[in-house]
DNA sequence: GAGTGTTTTGCAATCGTATGCAAGGGGCAG
DNA sequence: CTGCCCCTTGCATACGATTGCAAAACACTC
């Protein structure tokens, strides 16, 4: 007997009990076997189920968290998205998502929205935010999260992974292979990850004492980094290696140096990314590259959202997760590092 | 002054008019000039901004719409994810987003979570739906609108492209590419897509006279396809076309080909994907694929959907879209076919 | 200035649930 | 049996908005 829609009241009234009573055996409230039985069957025999919206206006707990995401199109997004609303989902909190217009104008407004309803936190995904957004949302008591960016100044908890760190492995990795000419298609250099990418990096070759052959900031788009590689290898002296700020520009300097210019990696070239999607490890790219773990990222991401909504008082927290160098074939192996 | 969060109340005592003429203002309802004028200077004062909840508990109409997702991992769902939250977005609505757990008992349990936070409206991306749900959903005059997939029996509206007219086209293209021994690595027998795509592809050949070599189940994973490659090259009569499923898939099927069984493509086997993702148009891979129109589709969904929610009473509506076959390097193209 | 029609506005009820409060009921010790 | 305490239960109110209704304000015409 599934009729349009139950409330707590035609369960209470089916049931021969109050409507408190329904209320809290669906809110986990204290109740005796007796009427815990009666309003069990009767809301199944209405199809009855908690109307989500009412109770977040209720408690002004909505257990949904706004995502905030720039693009889809890197596949460390997707992947990390699946995952984080898995997580979510598990805890009973779901994800209302939105994406943001490159144009980081709009962005204001699409927080507002986002408050509009209530959210119990915002996570962001590699998107910026502006310090009079961030006030509101101190001033509102939203939680908030960065996932895989970092904002100084701003009093936001943030998860990342070691990016300072990360590019320095790569720095020790491509000298102990012997190269000579390393180059850097960077991360933008708008993102904390972009320049703490490429500041490890720049360390590392700086305690190894090798040059950094050249820097280009390939914005974390694949046109970009296609641009940059051709003018790395027009110079007089191109690069034996190159490290790439993400594996999805990694990619397009795989294409452009294999099937543009006909170079062979790593023979000629050595490429190393960051992030180790899924991709990465297909044989027509097998790229050696940085792996960011999404997951620990996530979970750290979920355990600090969940930390901040039961105690907004809880002060932010910036957490780095440090990942391993996967070698594949697209960089020359040091003699004696194994995987 | 932007204090915790101010209700059209608090914006009411301090314009000096009642909270039902700050509702008037911000739902656009008529007002007089000068309300407006001290609603709007209040509510700016303020930092006010309607609550979505309470607006859809009393209205009934949350301006959410569900969105069901198997897996992002084929990278045709995070592309169509992205266009449809921006088209929704535009139009004032937004998606709750739920991943659907392989294990398709669950999605009841998860369409009940979706019930309860009274959305407008289900998308489902790939995912079947049990005719019980089938039934709830109609009961509770929920639309729902399928994605990339069809069923056939429950009165649910469908946006898909012409599987049946893909999977012919590409039979056409091989036997007009001298094709002799086609194989076909299908996608899930369980999916309309999958069934429609084969069918299609049979038919194609039949009318041909062309003889199809073999078909394996894919199952619209990589390690299903890549077994079925090994499995269809160890033939004593291996194929010397392959059309696979989806580009997902193909990929896999590449990657085996290539890399690990070291033949030519197309030299030795031509292979033709399904999706046109953006990835089968960078050079590693190359893809020749029949391109599934992400855009129109997604447009085609949103429709659907609206119109479904503005009048209830409108039918369910099944739309295919047509795509071209996108001729790149992975298989033969026949002579005087051009792009 | 009175009469008529059209807006504008405020009052009050309502959406579905949660919860403080006080009354009711049951169990147990004395 | 009485008294005390604790667990249940129902009543009534609140959450923040929308909206029907009727009174009030306004605009015009005669």
Redesign the pocket.
């Known amino acids: 007997m599934v009729t349009a ?1 139950a ?3 035609d369960v209470a009234r089916l049931a021969g ?5 329904v ?2 055996v ?2 986990g ?4 076997e ?2 815990i039985a009666k309003v069990r069957a009767a809301a199944d025999r209405l199809g009855y189920r ?2 989500a919206m ?2 977040a ?3 002004g707990e909505s257990r949904i968290i706004g995502l905030l995401v720039a693009y889809l199109e890197n596949h460390f997004y997707p992947v990390a998205l699946e995952k984080l609303s898995n997580e979510l989902q598990a805890r009973g909190y779901h994800i209302l998502i939105f994406m943001v217009p490159n144009n980081a104008e709009d962005i204001d407004g699409i927080v507002e929205e986002l408050m509009d309803y209530q959210v119990d936190g915002i996570i962001t995904a590699s998107v910026s935010m502006s310090s009079n957004l961030t006030d509101r949302c101190a001033a509102s008591g939203i939680p908030v999260v960065m996932f895989n960016r970092a904002q100084d100044g701003t009093g936001l908890s943030s998860v990342t992974s070691a990016n300072v760190e990360g590019g320095r492995k790569v720095a020790e990795f491509l000298v102990a292979g012997g190269h000579q000419r390393i180059a850097h298609i960077a991360g933008w250099e708008g993102s904390s990850t972009g320049r703490d990418r490429a500041l490890g990096f720049r360390l590392g070759l700086a305690d190894a004492g090798v040059p950094l052959l050249a820097e280009i900031d390939g914005m974390y788009a694949r046109e970009h980094a296609a641009e940059a590689t051709r003018t790395l290898m027009a110079r007089p002296d191109p690069p034996d290696a190159i490290f790439v700020g993400n594996d999805h520009m990694a990619f397009a300097v795989l294409d452009v140096l294999r099937h543009e210019l006909g170079y062979k990696v790593p023979g000629d070239v050595s490429v190393v990314g960051y992030d180790d999607v899924p991709l990465a490890a297909w044989a027509a790219y097998d790229l050696t590259t940085l792996r960011q773990p999404v997951k620990r990222m996530v979970d750290a991401t979920v355990e600090t959202m969940l930390g901040q909504i039961e105690d907004p008082a809880r002060p932010a927290q910036k957490t780095e997760i440090s990942g391993p160098l996967i070698m594949r074939g697209s960089a020359r192996i040091p003699k004696g590092w194994t995987q």
Chains 1, 2 share one sequence.
């Not at 009990?17 to 009573?21: D, E, H, M, R, T």
């Not at 409230?29 to 005796?32: D, G, M, P």
């Open positions: 829609k409330t707590s009241l009990v109050s409507q408190s009573a209320s809290r669906f809110s409230a204290s109740a005796s007796k009427t908690p109307n009412a109770r206006m209720k408690s």
